[in-house]
């Protein structure tokens, strides 16, 4: 008699159902294995560096420049990938965002040096604009009515100016760099953050489009976790319901009753940025005991 077939009830893994994961080499690198690994999802580096293995079954990574992730994407590729909000619009992809990791986040800047600025203004003139990002750059030329031609730069583009540009389009965190060489933000023509995205081919594909949003929720809910730390405190019976009303929460705050009836104690997930202000409030109401700790993910 044959062997029981063990694994009839386990789909198997075709060329076809594999999803093909990009992620960023780069600046972004760093921010996106971290997020991945607070979701679960190991990395382990191979015998070629740029093909890691991931811990999920059925997806296969390459690591790419973030513009060549979008690239990559847009001709149906590479499945899914992380990449700036800025190269997807300079490249014109159509792409599905699936989320926001609100990592690495920028602004795309025209900036001139301060000398040539009329009340803050650029002067009436022609004027010679450089950047990386042809498409925007030009793009805002157009809108803006003004009379530029464009410089491509291709890194460092801060120092152009003033021999070498007038005007440059750039990103920005701080804009310490900027100040730093003298410039001046004149414009801001858009907002940039990493974000994840599936070419139009995988979330059409049923099968993909499920493994794409099970990934999502993951890195969502330490996206969430990171936004919120949970909030322990004891109260007495009698002022539990102040301090209920003043501690925010997710739904309703999780009560317990405390050894011998002595109280109760109260947990919640508060947002971080409240922090400063609901602890002393959940003080005043009567709270004790107060305990505040990091949480690691949250899937509402």
């Given at each position: ?32 294995f ?6 679960g ?63 690495d ?16 203004a ?48 750039d ?62 405190v ?51 109401a ?15």
């Open positions: 008699m044959p062997a029981p077939n063990l694994f009839s009830d386990i789909p198997m893994t075709t060329e076809a159902s594999i999803v093909r994961l990009a992620l960023p080499k780069g600046r972004m690198e760093t921010g996106v971290k997020l991945m690994a607070d979701a999802i190991s990395l382990r580096a191979g015998s070629r560096g740029y093909r890691p293995t991931i811990s999920l079954q059925g997806w296969e990574t390459k690591i790419l420049k973030p513009q060549n992730i979008v690239e990559m994407l847009h001709a149906g590729i590479r499945d899914v990938g992380f990449a700036g909000a800025d190269w997807v619009r300079e490249k014109n992809a159509d792409l599905v965002d699936i989320m926001d990791t609100e990592l986040p920028v602004r795309i800047v025209a900036a001139a040096p301060r000398d040539i600025l009329i009340d803050g650029l002067p009436k003139q022609h004027l010679r604009i450089a950047s990386e990002y042809e498409a925007l750059t030009r793009n805002w030329i157009t809108a803006a009515g003004l009379d530029a031609s464009f410089v491509r730069s291709y890194g460092a583009t801060e120092v152009f100016p003033p021999e070498d540009a007038d005007i440059i389009v990103n920005t965190a701080t804009g310490a760099t900027l100040s730093a060489n003298g410039l001046a933000i004149v414009h801001e023509v858009m907002r940039s953050s990493t974000r994840l995205y599936a070419s139009k081919e995988a979330w059409a594909d049923a099968h993909k489009r499920a493994e794409l949003e099970k990934f999502a929720m993951l890195l969502t809910s330490v996206i969430e976790a990171r936004r919120r730390v949970m909030l322990e004891n109260v007495t019976a009698a002022q539990l319901e102040a301090v209920v009303a003043v501690l925010p929460c997710m739904r309703e705050p999780t009560i317990s009753t405390l050894h011998g009836d002595a109280g109760f104690a109260i947990k919640s997930a508060v947002p971080r940025k409240d922090l400063a202000r609901v602890i002393p409030q959940v003080r005043a009567g709270g004790t005991d107060i305990v505040v700790y990091e949480l690691s993910q949250i899937v509402p």
